[in-house]
């Protein structure tokens, strides 16, 4: 729970407001960008919501928050915020909310299928946390959580146990020793179901691999992500684990692929048509080799 006696000095006056316990992961500001800003290493609230739509965001970013750092003067009830996740992204892909701090904030997403199109997906692993938990089983349950790499992770294990589902991750990241039931070897895609492609994308981490679902939505881990600052999809050197080389070969091989979302672990989600999707990858790709 945030404190008031550790409130940043960068806050506005008013009800919420954001502790020193912040480790700058974005999420609030992408939930609620009207409400929290970047001040430099850490976000703060830089105007207070101002109608019913914005106090719902407010509440939104206050429950994915993975260290619980935003706060409210008067301790109003969070349940408007718990309530709203799973919230819907595009088709039947949902955001998870309730981000982990042992996976530094990283989204996870659903998916949202029939059993006889093989079951709910959970794509990387939200925290465990019981309201989020009921609402997955109200919503079908997961019959298959794919593991993109290593660091995000989380509450995979309990998540596994409590809905019996397989999980999915390739050899490079350990996945064996993490007790992962399908452990994916060697560099070619693998196709999961008809809807779902898994491809081993090695560069951010050994083992970091893809989801392509549907040719529509890429799930990218921390692989690739939207940039605002760049307006175009990028990667990012500064957290390339393993190898850049290797990331850029990762990235040129998606240009075969085609996608119209990217919904990554961390950084922003993209969307467009899969033409100007194609472009802002064939950009990616150009930029990384100069970089
Ligand atoms: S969601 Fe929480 S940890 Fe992440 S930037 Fe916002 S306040 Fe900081």
Redesign the pocket.
């Known amino acids: 729970m945030a404190q008031i006696d550790h409130r940043l000095p960068q806050n506005i006056e008013g009800e919420f407001y954001?502790d020193s316990s912040?480790?700058?992961?974005?999420?609030?500001?992408q939930i609620a960008p009207a409400i929290?800003r970047d001040h430099g290493g850490?976000?703060s609230v830089y105007r207070q919501p101002q109608d019913p739509g914005e106090l719902h965001r407010a509440l939104m970013?206050l429950v994915?928050?993975?260290?619980a750092?935003?706060g409210t003067v008067s301790r109003r009830s969070a349940r408007q915020g718990v309530q709203a996740f799973p919230v819907h992204v595009v088709d039947d892909v949902y955001f998870c909310g309730f981000t982990s701090e042992s996976s530094f904030?990283a989204w996870s997403y659903l998916i949202v299928r029939p059993p006889e199109q093989g079951g709910n997906v959970l794509v990387d692993s939200p925290r465990f946390t019981s309201p989020l938990v009921k609402r997955i089983e109200q919503m079908g349950g997961v019959n298959l959580l794919f593991l993109s790499h290593r660091d995000d992770i989380a509450d995979h294990a309990k998540f596994a146990a409590h809905f019996h589902c397989p999980r999915v991750m390739h050899q490079g990241d350990s996945a064996a020793a993490l007790g992962v039931e399908r452990v994916i070897a060697g560099m070619d895609s693998m196709r999961i179901d008809n809807d779902l492609l898994l491809i081993p994308t090695p560069g951010h981490t050994r083992g970091h691999q893809v989801l392509l679902y549907r040719d529509k939505v890429l799930f990218t881990g921390d692989h690739l992500a939207w940039s605002p600052e760049r307006e175009t999809l990028a990667a990012f050197r500064d957290v390339c684990w393993f190898s850049w080389a290797e990331q850029t070969r990762s990235m040129e091989k998606l240009l075969a692929y085609r996608f119209e979302w990217v919904l990554p672990g961390h950084g922003r989600i993209g969307h467009g048509t899969a033409e100007e999707m194609h472009q802002h990858l064939e950009r990616c790709v150009a930029s990384m080799k100069n970089a």
């Open positions: 954001v912040c480790i700058d992961c974005d999420a609030c500001r929290f850490k976000s970013a994915a928050c993975p260290t750092s935003i904030g």
